[in-house]
Each structure stands twice: as structure tokens, then as C-alpha cells.
């Protein structure tokens, strides 16, 4: 099975998380609580955004940049 785009749209959070766990200290160092969230898998990256006020293009390089072990 392949991994899905992190830059799919449409890609839930649960989905994201398990794909790439690393991602997880991003959305924590955002106080972000969709970490273990029951709404995770009905969110995604543009819905987190917008409930958080975050810019989504910044928000996705660093969850790249967490996928890649950049710093």
C-alpha cells in the first residue's frame, strides 16, 4: 500500500498521523489539540487551519520538513 499526498487536500488527520507519526510534535508545538482528538478523522490539514488560525501553506512545509528530518 502506498502513502498518501501530505499534500492531499482531502487527507484526514487520523490518516496523516499514522502515515507519518512524526508529524505529531508539529501539531503540538502549535497547542494543537487534534493529537488524539475524536473529530481527527473527520478533520484535515485545511480544516485544522482554519479552526486554528494557522497559515496553510507554513503549516504544511513544516509538516514536510518534520516528514523529510528537517529542521
Same mark, same amino acid.
Request: proline share 8%; with cysteine.
Given at each position: 500500500?502506498?502513502?498518501?499526498?501530505? /499534500?492531499?487536500?482531502?487527507?484526514?488527520?487520523?490518516?496523516?498521523?499514522?502515515?507519518?507519526?512524526?508529524?505529531?510534535?508539529?501539531?503540538?508545538?502549535?497547542?494543537?489539540?487534534?493529537?488524539?482528538?475524536?473529530?481527527?478523522?473527520?478533520?484535515?490539514?485545511? /480544516?485544522?487551519?482554519?479552526?486554528?488560525?494557522? /497559515?496553510?501553506?507554513?503549516?504544511?512545509?513544516?509538516?514536510?520538513?518534520?516528514? =523529510?528530518? =528537517?529542521?
Amino acid at each position: 500500500m502506498s502513502l498518501p499526498r501530505i /499534500d492531499d487536500p482531502d487527507l484526514r488527520l487520523d490518516e496523516l498521523m499514522t502515515a507519518w507519526p512524526q508529524t505529531v510534535p508539529v501539531f503540538l508545538s502549535h497547542r494543537m489539540l487534534c493529537v488524539g482528538c475524536m473529530i481527527n478523522p473527520f478533520h484535515t490539514i485545511v /480544516d485544522a487551519c482554519a479552526e486554528y488560525g494557522l /497559515d496553510e501553506a507554513a503549516f504544511l512545509d513544516e509538516l514536510r520538513a518534520a516528514v =523529510s528530518g =528537517s529542521p
